[in-house]
T-cell receptor, first 116, second 108 residues
Framework: EAEVAQSPRYKITEKSQAVAFWCDPI?????LYWYRQILGQGPELLVQ????????DSQLPKDRFSAERLKGVDSTLKIQPAELGDSAMYLC??????????????FGPGTRLLVL | SQQGEEDPQALSIQEGENATMNCSYK?????LQWYRQNSGRGLVHLIL?????REKHSGRLRVTLDTSKKSSSLLITASRAADTASYFC????????FGTGTSLTVIP
């Protein structure tokens, strides 16, 4: 069964350092999402791509976060500089039909970030 | 900020019992989805119910939707230890957001 791949699974960094997360969606899925999930809470959408274009990045802290999906396939989320409050699980998801948030999303295993 | 509220926040039951968790939301919706998350893992889609549907079944899962009350419930029947996880509703309308989650523990 096809899965969403994410790497790394765990990342420990010091504040003010740069970190990057990678996501490879299920083949053929046009829509890709990045979420942040703080422990004990539900995921919060950071950015949504349709192919290579950003559809929604209204909740992305643009002063320090950036996301790209250059060829409309895999995607990278970067944080620079990292802050203590960025410690969270970063989840990537994809969906197939191009109807965005109205459809079923398939999630990767996530990257657990700890900022010291 | 999250606009979906789930209750209870935590639920502990014996294996074989039924588990019910509720989701309330504030906006109009196109559909409402339920997801499961095992500890430290990604989310797995369970079921989607559209705004014109009132009830939907999938195996041991039953979901109801009351758009007049802006609420949904997820019932897991004959629970198993493997059902231990966090359960999130996700509201899809003009906005999309996850609820706060219910942590379910099924005791063998």
């Amino acid at each position: 069964e096809a899965e969403v791949a994410q790497s790394p699974r765990y990342k420990i960094t010091e504040k003010s350092q740069a970190v990057a997360f990678w996501c490879d969606p299920i083949s053929g899925h046009a829509t890709l999402y990045w979420y942040r999930q703080i422990l004990g809470q539900g995921p919060e959408l950071l950015v949504q791509f349709q192919d290579e274009s950003v559809v929604d990045d209204s909740q992305l802290p643009k002063d320090r976060f950036s996301a790209e999906r250059l060829k409309g396939v895999d995607s990278t989320l970067k944080i620079q500089p990292a802050e203590l409050g960025d410690s969270a699980m970063y989840l990537c998801a994809s969906s197939q039909m191009g109807q965005g948030l109205q459809e079923t999303q398939y999630f990767g295993p996530g990257t657990r970030l700890l900022v010291l | 900020s999250q606009q979906g509220e789930e209750d209870p926040q935590a639920l502990s039951i014996q294996e074989g019992e039924n588990a019910t968790m509720n989701c309330s939301y504030k906006t109009s919706i196109n559909n409402l989805q339920w997801y499961r998350q095992n500890s430290g893992r990604g989310l797995v889609h369970l079921i989607l119910i559209r705004s014109n549907e009132r009830e939907k079944h999938s195996g041991r899962l039953r979901v109801t939707l009351d758009t007049s009350k802006k609420s949904s419930s997820l019932l897991i029947t004959a629970s198993r230890a493997a059902d231990t996880a966090s359960y999130f509703c996700a509201v899809a309308g003009n906005q999309f957001y996850f609820g706060t989650g219910t942590s379910l523990t099924v005791i063998p």
